[in-house]
């Protein structure tokens, strides 16, 4: 009797569509779920300057010796203490599998809404577990509709687990995501450069707004034009975002040569410049994971949007240090 013919090993079928009340029932609640984590993110680098003027309820003196009305610390600090704690849940919590299941997510969200004395680094925890806990689970549609502000900070996978143990997903590495990685944390540092770097020293003096007037309105008109871009990503997709890399670096180029050579007529002429920031890094953000779940394996999409965000932080927290050194440099005594 003849051996019976083996049939050849085929790869795993993508998981049927959902039908269109589910797909919306899920876009609708990552959508809110996102909206609701970055919520408190934003308000704190928001309302960086007046935290940094009010310490232990007391006033922190203005250096009186720059043109620039500096505070004593750069919002760039505000930033860092917003942003450090989030990447290292990024990098640790994927090593306790236990963690990742999406019945976490509710729990998590506690984190940013029980205030209290550790309020600020709840938040940042928060802030670092919904990426992990939420879209890596969606992997078949790894932004879906979360695109609110806030809304996708991609799913990270175990990168630190597959470093030091050599498991990624189905043995897929990271090739899906480098091309859009490197560009979009190119954006990121130069966006946050401008926001919590640039924007801080940026003052019109002549204006009828106050410098903390100004700082906030600023950091409202680039909320809103990430907020527009990334709701409507759908409507706008590219295939590549290197030319939006550029575009983000000749924004902070920009603004920076103004807080050094004043030659902006009006802080109006600013908050075009800032909305416009918004706008070009919100489309780089949902065409950057956009490609990146298109371009990696079924297997893999997890690791490869774990790379892309974890990319993205390192450049928001390099932003922030580059902050604090300018802050350093012009407002120096």
Request: aromatic share 8%.
């Given at each position: ?17 959902d039908p ?23 308000l ?42 989030s990447?290292?849940?990024k990098?640790?919590?994927?090593l306790a ?7 976490r ?18 938040i940042?925890v ?12 969606w ?28 498991c990624?997903?189905?043995?897929d ?18 966006e946050?450069?401008?926001?919590q ?12 707004l ?10 409202l008109?680039?909320q ?8 409507g ?5 590219l ?9 983000q ?19 109006g ?17 949902g ?14 999409r997890g690791l490869?949007?774990?790379v892309?965000?974890?990319?993205e932080?390192l ?6 240090v ?12």
């Amino acid at each position: 009797m003849a051996d019976e013919e083996e049939e050849p090993l085929l790869p795993p079928a993508e998981p049927p569509p959902d039908p269109p009340s589910a797909a919306w029932r899920n876009g609708a609640a990552f959508w809110i779920l996102g909206l609701c984590n970055n919520l408190p993110y934003v308000l704190m680098l928001s309302a960086a300057r007046d935290i940094l003027e009010l310490q232990q309820g007391e006033e922190v003196p203005h250096s009186n010796s720059s043109r620039y009305d500096c505070n004593q610390l750069s919002t760039g600090a505000v930033l860092l203490a917003d942003v450090l704690p989030s990447m290292l849940i990024k990098l640790l919590v994927p090593l306790a599998p236990h963690w990742l299941s999406c019945d976490r997510l509710i729990g998590q969200r506690s984190l940013g809404a029980g205030g209290g004395d550790s309020a600020d680094g709840d938040i940042s925890v928060s802030h670092g577990l919904s990426p992990v806990l939420g879209l890596g689970h969606w992997s078949r549609r790894p932004l879906g509709g979360a695109m609110g502000r806030g809304g996708a900070g991609g799913g990270a996978w175990p990168v630190t687990c597959s470093a030091a143990c050599g498991c990624s997903a189905n043995g897929d590495g990271p090739e899906g995501a480098l091309p859009d990685a490197f560009p979009l944390a190119v954006v990121y540092f130069a966006e946050y450069f401008i926001n919590q770097g640039v924007l801080d020293l940026l003052y019109f003096p002549t204006s009828s707004l106050s410098h903390n007037d100004q700082y906030r309105w600023s950091q409202l008109l680039y909320q809103a034009g990430v907020f527009a871009s990334r709701s409507g990503f759908r409507f706008l997709q590219l295939q590549q975002i290197w030319g939006l890399m550029g575009l983000q670096v000749l924004n902070a180029a920009i603004l920076l040569a103004a807080v050094l050579v004043p030659f902006l007529p009006a802080v109006g002429v600013a908050f075009a410049l800032v909305l416009w920031e918004g706008l070009v890094g919100g489309v780089a953000y949902g065409s950057a994971y956009l490609r990146v779940g298109q371009r990696a394996p079924p297997g893999g999409r997890g690791l490869a949007v774990a790379v892309t965000s974890l990319g993205e932080s390192l450049g928001v927290a390099l932003a922030g240090v580059a902050a604090m050194g300018l802050h350093r440099e012009l407002c120096a005594p």
